[in-house]
């Protein structure tokens, strides 16, 4: 099991990379409050998500984007700047999430 | 008829000869055995359950049977046998009874997948149910018994069975393993049901079994609602007290106690989820029992009793 953001490092591939979660990924999502867990049909484990990591894979399950596109749609979402420091670690809550198999540059 | 109501000399010929079909929850067992020891223990502790008729079809065909081999110059030995496969070593046969248990659980787990699997003790109150899990050690079964003295059913000391459809607990009233000294606590806590007979030396300890009360038995096929999810911790000079858990937190802590997860996959994940949604979760850190069962029992007394009674299932 998955257990959310731990590790620093630049999102692979920049902000030219388009992400998607895989078509083999079909996710189940339970979400209470802030947190939010996920199950990956493609590798069987479960994943527990903070509030941003689980909105930002909501927000890319509904359409794939890149990095920029994702930093828009959550400073939207969460009515803040789009330089606020949650927004400020995307590229490495990008990274983990590739990491955990549950997003992968679109290959569309 | 149960199998209280043979004799001692009726139990030996059908365990011997044809076997005994025993409904034991959702599960029928036909079980044989010529070791009159096992009989006697295992008629004991299951003296309540009904036997099944023969055109029944059975779940698991279990033999415990005598063994040969090279231990034998230490002591006599015995096997279990499930379904024609011999799936342990053999085992002196001094504790078949102990290991027959073990055997029982063995088949449950790795086969019954009809169902979503939890290592905890559950009982029932008005139709609504708390799990208590745990690793072993962790005071579930103390705990259980606590509260089966407070008017509690046992639907399980040893599983949870969550029908993954449904969303309900399947009652598996069988025999509580009392380990080293909680056996003596429990006699306390639970003078008007017996204790079988006392194994020293098992893998486990000193270890013996209690008779599940006979209404647990009689309303095995009584399914109840998982209300609560309790999580015991017993320890000494813990302060005893029910504290709130999160629902993503109760999610993961159920998981890590159930052992067909894995196996199950999507429909385990969304089957815990609604378990977890309707459920409340507490840790139970713990030093005093009386107190913890006090707290456990309120949680019952507090919140308002569902009124939909639940088919059998």
């Known amino acids: ?108 | 008829m149960k199998i209280g109501d043979l004799t001692p000399e009726e139990l030996h010929q059908r365990f011997s000869g044809p076997g005994v079909r025993v409904r034991i929850g959702p599960f029928l067992i036909h079980l044989y055995s010529a070791i009159r020891e096992f009989v006697a223990d295992f008629s004991f502790a299951y003296a309540d359950f009904p036997i099944c008729e023969a055109h029944e079809v059975s779940d698991f065909r279990v033999r415990v049977a005598r063994a040969g081999g090279w231990r034998l110059w230490r002591e006599k030995q015995a096997a279990f046998w499930v379904d024609g496969a011999l799936p342990f070593a053999v085992f002196p046969r001094r504790i078949a009874m102990p290991f027959a248990e073990w055997g029982l659980n063995w088949c449950i787990c790795g086969y019954a997948h009809q169902f979503l699997i939890f290592h905890s003790a559950v009982v029932e109150k008005a139709g609504r149910a708390v799990i208590l899990a745990g690793p072993p050690g962790s005071g579930k079964s103390t705990l259980c018994a606590a509260l089966l003295a407070r008017g509690w059913r046992l639907l399980s000391d040893e599983f949870a069975l969550l029908n993954p459809a449904r969303g309900c607990l399947l009652p598996i009233p069988r025999p509580v393993a009392l380990k080293g000294a909680s056996i003596r606590l429990i006699e306390e806590l639970l003078p008007h049901l017996r204790i079988g007979r006392v194994f020293p030396h098992t893998d486990k300890g000193v270890l013996a079994h209690l008779r599940p009360p006979t209404d647990a038995v009689e309303r095995q096929a009584e399914p109840a609602l998982p209300a609560w999810v309790v999580f015991p911790t017993h320890a000494e000079s813990a302060r005893t007290e029910l504290v709130p858990l999160r629902k993503a937190s109760g999610f993961l802590r159920l998981e890590t106690n159930c052992f067909n997860y894995p196996t199950l996959g999507r429909a385990a994940f969304d089957a815990l989820g609604r378990l977890i949604e309707a459920a409340e979760c507490y840790e139970l850190p713990f030093d005093q029992l009386a107190t913890a069962a006090g707290l456990v029992d309120a949680l019952a007394e507090l919140q308002p009793v569902l009124g939909c009674p639940l088919d059998a299932a």
């Open chain 1, 1 to 108: 099991m998955g257990d959310g953001v731990c590790a620093m490092r630049q999102a692979p591939g920049g902000d030219s990379v388009r992400w998607e979660v895989p078509s083999a990924n079909r996710l189940a999502w339970r979400i209470w409050d802030d947190e939010f867990l996920v199950y990956n049909t493609a590798s069987g484990q479960t994943h527990h998500l903070n509030l941003l990591a689980g909105e930002a894979l909501r927000s890319i399950e509904f359409a794939p984007a890149q990095t920029r596109e994702l930093v828009r749609r959550l400073a939207n979402q969460f009515e803040i700047a789009e330089d606020s420091p949650p927004l400020q670690m995307i590229d490495r809550l990008i990274h983990e999430l590739d990491e955990l198999g549950l997003i992968a540059p679109s290959t569309a």
